[in-house]
């Protein structure tokens, strides 16, 4: 079993910056590759960004250059930096491990980008 628990979600301005944190815990490889999704209020769940084994990332076209991915394997944790935040980044963020019998997901930290 696995469980995320996401964390660092909160209130900010227009091109203000948060950093959310995903602790992973239970049985966990570091070769798992883990992603950030986000769902806004009314709609579906959307893929933000990915973070493989070897530190390879990806990026939705409509956060690139404004987001970073990271991981650390050593506390079983991965970040997702959000700076130049944009009202249409409003969503509660969830993290993903992708595991050999399929995904786990946490429970999500919400993000409003409000003036």
């Known amino acids: 079993q696995v469980q995320l628990v996401e964390s660092g979600g909160g209130l900010v301005q227009p091109g203000g910056s948060l950093r959310l944190s995903c602790v992973a815990s239970g049985r966990i490889s570091s070769l798992n590759a883990m992603a950030w999704h986000r769902q806004a209020p009314g709609k579906q769940r959307e893929w933000v960004a990915t973070?493989?084994?070897?530190?390879?990332?990806a990026y939705a076209d409509s956060v690139k250059g404004r987001f970073t991915i990271s991981r650390d394997n050593a506390e079983n944790t991965v970040y997702l930096q959000m700076n130049r935040l944009k009202p249409e980044d409003t969503a509660v963020y969830y993290c993903?491990?992708?595991?050999?019998?399929?995904?786990?997901w946490g429970q999500g930290t919400q993000v409003t980008v409000s003036s």
């Open positions: 973070i493989t084994s070897g530190g390879i990332t």
């Open positions: 993903k491990l992708s595991g050999g019998q399929g995904d786990y």
